[in-house]
């Protein structure tokens, strides 16, 4: 299944230019539109991607050979960690399944979280019944927290480590 979204990231690299300009030094490390879960859970490439082969550095890439960025968790890949960009719903007090911490990610997870951490969440759509798609964006999803945060009286029980506080309700996103 594809995400509906396409993550790029890019590296820079001094040799890849003559130029002044730091952006022309810029260099794809690689496109991804899904997690590629069967192949991922079996240790076989990933086909939901594509990795630039001929970039000079190769320093970085997620769990199992995911893309994700630089400065990215190297055991989660970008459509692992946007797909998860999500609120629990209005009066939902335990949402499941619990979003991922960033120290919940391994490379020895299990079968089972792999199953939840790295499954292709379509464009707009909920990982389950308990939550809002806040569609791929994680900026969105640090507002609702800090939101919540900063009106911490208000209603709403504690929920994740992304959200605190339950957010106000969202309208649906449709694509």
């Given amino acids: 299944m594809v995400s509906g979204w396409v993550f ?36 076989q490439p990933p086909t939901e991607q594509w990795i630039n082969a001929d970039r000079g550095q190769k320093l970085h890439l997620g769990f199992r050979g995911l893309l994700n960025g630089p400065i990215d968790n190297p055991q989660a890949s970008c459509v692992a960690c946007h797909g998860f960009a999500q609120i629990p719903k209005s009066g939902v007090a335990t949402p499941t399944p619990a979003l991922p911490k960033t120290n919940t990610w391994s490379k020895t997870m299990t079968d089972a979280k792999i199953d ?26 640090s507002g609702f927290a800090k939101f919540a945060s900063a009106h911490a009286g208000s209603a709403g029980a504690a929920t994740h480590a992304a959200a605190p506080r339950a957010a106000p309700p969202v309208p649906e996103v449709k694509r």
């Fill in 8 to 43: 790029g990231t890019f590296q820079y690299e001094k040799a890849a230019s003559t130029s002044s300009q730091w952006w022309k030094h810029m260099v794809p490390v690689g496109l991804m539109w899904g997690n590629d879960l069967a192949d991922i859970k079996t240790n």
């Fill in 116 to 141: 939840i951490y790295f499954q292709t969440v379509g464009a707009a759509q909920p990982v389950s019944n308990s939550y809002q798609s806040l569609d791929y964006s994680l900026q969105l999803q």
